[in-house]
């Protein structure tokens, strides 16, 4: 049974702070490794990763993978208040498009 | 407005009800899903219509059932459901075959009371 687990579960960060967020998993036949934001009801792509090692960025939001290792880290910098959200990681296996979601992390950004 | 539109946004109904989520995806995608969110768990999938199959997890109750007439639009059914069955219940679609991210509805707020 594919298994995610994301760490920490909530975090309460000042505006300007910078982030980490953890993601670990364990996955058969592993495909790719997602990251959403969820902020009110629907959770929003942020990134899909399929390769160790090679950062996807987006504005202040980066991200990695390590297939070795089998985690993967979302680092926000200079955090504003509208970073708060539940910020959800996935896993798909070569079985077909479903995803395994890890449980979330809580993230508020106080100004 | 994420191309994925779910209704109602809220619902409430009693135990002995019978009612349904609608959702439909304006995206062109091939595969259509149903995840429940309940407090402080993880997203759980319940139903996947995937290339017009439906792909089915096993431990989903038989008090939802799913209908999928065409890749544009899914339904769950809903009938006799019990209080724990309250959550926020999440349509996403994707396509298949190149290996997209699931795009995610707003969600249905169900309350059984």
Known sequence: ?111 | ETGVTQTPRHLVMGMTNKKSLKCEQHLGHNAMYWYKQSAKKPLELMFVYSLEERVENNSVPSRFSPECPNSSHLFLHLHTLQPEDSALYLCASSQEDRNSPLHFGNGTRLTVT
């Open chain 1, 1 to 111: 049974e594919d298994k995610v687990v994301q760490s920490p579960l909530s975090l309460v960060v000042h505006e300007g702070d910078t982030v980490t967020l953890n993601c670990s998993y364990e996955v058969t036949n592993f495909r790719s490794l997602l990251w959403y934001k969820q902020e009110k009801k629907a959770p929003t792509f942020l990134f899909m990763l399929t390769s160790s090692g090679i950062e996807k960025k987006s504005g202040r939001l980066s991200s990695i993978l390590d297939k070795k290792e089998l985690f993967s880290i979302l680092n926000i910098t200079a955090t504003q208040t509208g970073d708060s959200a539940v910020y959800l990681c996935a896993v798909v296996n070569n079985a077909g498009n479903m995803l395994t979601f890890g449980g979330g992390t809580r993230l508020m950004v106080k100004p």
